[in-house]
């Protein structure tokens, strides 16, 4: 018996997470494949690199502004209901731009304008997902939990790009786009009546916890340096959007199944290695698993600006999908071993978005730098990672300050941030 409680068997006799786990997959394989399927979309329909950049930049930057709000509202009104809300915005926006170019009345202004739209609601599901976890699993069954959350990113990491690639090159992208809204939809059945731990309230003003949250991740050194490391790596990635299918197209001359094989194999290797190092706890080694991972992804991205091949191609994605597996890992449990859980709904829904601010910005800069050539542009996502990797431990504090025992608790209760002290982050720094 002792040895089952940390068990992933144990984890799925939580309740409420299998249902929980189901929604989750089914909407991250919806956002996965609507993301290379506006690409995709893009390319075919209207030809231009920047527009495809912008388009996924307007997709996800809206919801990175609104986290703060978001996260507010979270802890204020529960989360079940704002993440099928979030669900349902998805699916009419994807139904809206296939309608609409069905009907010969898509222009690039209304796609910009409706992917916008769509991009509000956002972190509703994806911070308002992962912040629910911690609250319903124990915390010894916190690193199963969150080696299923990265195995989860990429199985759905490589079915959507997988599923997207194969719809578009077969039936064009309108049905990999309707495809994902129906991913969407599915996505809400497990949440219907799903029940969760009662909101924890706020202040008199979603605008004060609002900036509670926000002030509470800017004091907080852990989730401050986690802020820039992790944007800076989703910064590189955010330009490969973009500039892996242009360099399949015209390097490698393959065609949109390719571009989502290649994505698939990088959640293939992501897969594989959360499996291996989540049977392992993370506690201590955080930074150490971070750093590396994201070192060995600068490699690996370095090989893939150079390549002409194929071949070289699916192994440089399917290194870099091994390289982010423990990184995953260790950026999920630091965030929540640095957290007062109090603050999950706000401080996760500021510290998710800012983590991936990075992506709608090297998404909206690919354009420009493939107008310069493949191989600059892909060259500057391997430099961006590897200063990324330079920089956590030299950012990320190697022992929180914050503790959840104590006045610092009891002040986070009040509702008060609460600040990392000085003297562990410049130990980190060491």
Request: charged share 10%; hydrophobic share 55%; with cysteine.
């Amino acid at each position: 018996m002792p040895a089952e409680r940390t068990t992933y068997v144990a984890l799925f006799r939580v309740p409420t997470f299998p249902r929980l786990a189901s929604s989750v997959v089914l909407a991250r394989t919806a956002n996965a494949m609507m993301q290379l399927a506006l690409v995709l979309f893009v390319l075919q329909r209207f030809h231009s690199p920047s527009l495809a950049g912008l388009t996924i930049f307007l997709a996800i930057a809206p919801g990175v502004a609104m986290s703060p709000i978001v996260g507010a509202l979270l802890d204020r009104h529960g989360r079940v209901r704002l993440i099928m809300l979030d669900y349902a915005v998805g699916a009419i926006s994807l139904l809206l731009i296939a309608g609409l170019d069905a009907a010969g009345g898509l222009t690039p202004a209304a796609l910009l304008a409706i992917v916008t739209v769509g991009a509000v609601t956002y972190q509703f599901s994806n911070s308002g997902a992962r912040s629910v976890l911690p609250l319903i699993v124990p915390n010894r069954l916190w690193d199963r939990a969150n080696a299923l959350d990265s195995l989860a990113y990429a199985v759905t990491g490589a079915a959507g790009p997988a599923l997207a690639g194969g719809l578009t090159a077969w039936l064009g992208a309108r049905v990999a786009l309707l495809s994902a809204a129906g991913c969407f939809i599915a996505a809400a059945l497990p949440m219907i009546g799903l029940s969760e731990p009662s909101a924890q309230g706020g202040s008199t003003s979603v605008l004060a916890d609002a900036r509670q949250g926000l002030l509470y991740v800017i004091r907080n050194a852990s989730l401050r340096g986690l802020a820039i490391v992790v944007s800076l790596v989703n910064v590189g990635f955010g330009i490969l959007i973009v500039a892996l299918p242009v360099m399949v197209f015209q390097r490698i001359h393959g065609n949109a199944a390719l571009v989502g094989e290649l994505w698939a194999l990088l959640g293939l290797g992501s897969a594989l290695s959360v499996v291996f190092f989540g049977r392992y706890s993370s506690e201590g080694r955080e930074r150490l698993m971070l750093g590396l991972g994201t070192l060995a992804s600068a490699l690996g991205m370095a090989i893939l600006a150079v390549t002409g091949s194929a071949i070289v191609a699916a192994a440089s994605m399917a290194f870099m999908g091994l390289a982010n597996g423990p990184a995953d890992i260790a950026l999920f449990s630091m965030r929540q071993r640095r957290t007062d859980p109090a603050w999950y709904g706000r401080a996760f829904a500021v510290s998710m978005s800012l983590n991936f601010a990075g992506t709608p910005l090297g998404s909206a800069i690919s354009g420009p730098l493939i107008h310069f050539g493949i191989t600059q542009a892909i060259g500057v996502a391997a430099a961006v990672l590897l200063v990324s990797a330079l920089l956590t431990r030299l950012l990320i504090p190697k022992i929180a300050g914050y503790k959840m025992l104590g006045e610092s608790a009891r002040q986070s209760r009040r509702d008060r941030p609460v600040e990392e002290s000085p003297s562990s982050a410049e130990q980190g720094a060491g």
